[in-house]
C-alpha cells in the first residue's frame, strides 16, 4: 500500500523537521543580531539578545546629581540634604550597593554609608537615595556601585549613530550609497549583455556555436582568485586603474559565464512555435529579442539579478582589489565593517547594527523576488 501512487510517504514528517530546522538555524542568528541591534552596551555585555525581553542583573555605575547645581541642596535640621533618584528611567531594582569599587556588595539596601568628612549617603532599592553632610556639598556628584536588575531596553541610539552621525569612523552612510553605486550597476550591465549572448546562442545559426556554449561551461569552473591580479595589471595598463569603473567590469566579467548559462538554457526551453511564427511574419531578431523572448524570460532574468546583486552587495574581495582608495571616498559597507572591527571591536551594539544595516537590503531584495528564483534555477531542466 505504501507504493501506491498518490500516497503520502512515511518519511514526510522527517522532511519537514529538516526544513524547519533549516529555517530555524538561517533565523537564530538574524533574529539576534536584529534584537542586539537595538540594545545598549551595558545590556549586551551583561546577557545574551534571548533574554532581551526579561530583566537582566548587572553591575552598573552610578552617580548622584552635582552639588554644584542651583537648587539642589537643602538645608534640613542643620544638615545639608541632597535628595533624588541614581536612574534615569523608572524600573530598575537594586539588590546590594557600595561607594567603592572594591566593594560593590558592601551595603544591602536601605542602609546608610558613611562617606568620611561628616558625609553620609542612603540608597533605596528603587534608587532613591539621601546624601547628607555637616558642610556644603561640594564637587562633583557621588559614585555609586550597584548591583541592580535592571528593565528591558530598547534604543534607536545605535542606527542614529551608524547612519546619521557623519563621523568617518562609524558611520555606514557613505558606505551604503558607496555599496548602491556598485551594486546597481554591477548587477544590470553583465544581464543586458548575458541576454542579448544567451539569445544568439539559443536561437541563432553561427559557425562555432556549440564552442561557444562549451567556453562559457568551462568558464563556470574559473576560480575567482585567479584572475584578480591579471585583470588589475590589465585595468592599470589600460588605464582604468582603481574606481567604480573597474569594479563594475570586473563584476560583469565574472558574472557573465553563469548568466549567460542560466538564460541561455532558459531561452531554449520557449516554445519553437512562437519564434518561427514571428520570423514567418517578418520579425527582425532584435524585435523577437525584445518584444518575446524577454518578457517571457522575466523570471530567469529576476533569477540572475538575485544572483549577483547578492553577491556584489557582500562582496569584499573584488573591492579590497579593484575599487579601495587611500581617502576611503569609495569604501563600500563590507570593508566598513571590517574597519569597525578593528576601531570599535569592543562596541557590540555598533558592530551589530552595522551587521544589519548591511543585511537588510539584500534580506529585501530577496524576499520581494524569492519566487521567481526557483523558476528560474528549473529553467531547462525539464523538458
Do not use: C
Request: proline residues 4%; glycine residues 8%; negative net charge.
Amino acid at each position: 500500500m505504501d507504493n501506491i501512487a498518490g500516497s503520502k510517504s512515511s518519511l514526510t514528517w522527517i522532511v519537514h523537521i529538516s526544513v524547519a530546522l533549516l529555517v530555524a538555524l538561517w533565523l537564530f542568528p538574524t533574529v539576534g543580531l536584529l534584537v542586539s541591534s537595538f540594545r545598549t552596551t551595558d545590556q549586551i555585555s551583561s546577557s545574551g539578545w534571548w533574554q532581551s525581553l526579561f530583566p537582566t542583573e548587572q553591575n552598573v555605575t552610578l552617580r548622584t546629581t552635582d552639588p554644584d547645581d542651583e537648587g539642589v541642596q537643602t538645608l534640613v535640621d542643620g544638615v545639608y540634604t541632597i535628595t533624588g533618584n541614581l536612574f534615569e528611567e523608572a524600573g530598575a531594582e537594586i539588590s546590594v550597593w557600595g561607594s567603592s569599587s572594591r566593594a560593590i556588595d558592601a551595603y544591602t539596601v536601605g542602609e546608610t554609608a558613611d562617606l568620611g568628612d561628616g558625609e553620609t549617603i542612603t540608597v533605596q532599592a528603587n534608587g532613591d537615595y539621601v546624601w547628607t553632610g555637616n558642610e556644603e556639598l561640594s564637587g562633583r556628584g557621588q559614585r555609586v556601585f550597584a548591583t541592580a536588575k535592571t528593565p528591558p531596553e530598547f534604543t534607536w541610539a545605535n542606527y542614529k549613530r551608524v547612519l546619521f552621525s557623519g563621523s568617518s569612523t562609524d558611520s555606514m552612510a557613505k558606505a551604503f550609497f558607496n555599496t548602491l553605486t556598485v551594486t546597481i550597476p554591477a548587477t544590470i550591465i553583465p544581464i543586458v549583455i548575458a541576454a542579448f549572448a544567451a539569445y544568439a546562442l539559443a536561437w541563432m545559426d553561427f559557425p562555432g556555436r556549440a564552442i561557444l556554449i562549451a567556453l562559457v561551461v568551462g568558464l563556470l569552473v574559473v576560480p575567482l582568485q585567479l584572475a584578480l591580479i591579471p585583470l588589475l595589471r590589465l585595468h592599470l595598463n589600460i588605464g582604468i586603474g582603481k574606481g567604480y569603473l573597474g569594479v563594475w567590469l570586473a563584476h560583469t566579467g565574472f558574472g557573465l559565464p553563469l548568466a549567460i548559462y542560466l538564460l541561455r538554457n532558459y531561452m531554449v526551453g520557449l516554445p519553437r512555435d512562437i519564434i518561427e511564427n514571428a520570423k514567418v511574419d517578418g520579425a527582425t531578431d532584435f524585435q523577437i529579442f525584445t518584444k518575446i523572448i524577454l518578457p517571457l524570460s522575466f523570471p530567469a532574468l529576476a533569477s540572475f539579478a538575485i544572483f549577483q546583486f547578492l553577491w556584489t552587495w557582500n562582496d569584499l574581495l573584488v573591492a579590497k582589489v579593484f575599487l579601495i582608495d587611500a581617502t576611503g571616498q569609495t569604501t563600500v559597507m563590507t570593508n566598513q565593517i571590517v574597519e569597525l572591527l578593528g576601531t570599535r571591536g569592543g562596541n557590540w551594539e555598533i558592530l551589530a547594527t552595522a551587521a544589519f544595516v548591511s543585511i537588510a537590503v539584500p534580506l529585501a531584495v530577496f524576499f520581494a523576488m524569492q519566487k521567481y528564483l526557483v523558476r528560474g534555477l528549473l529553467a531547462g531542466s525539464v523538458k
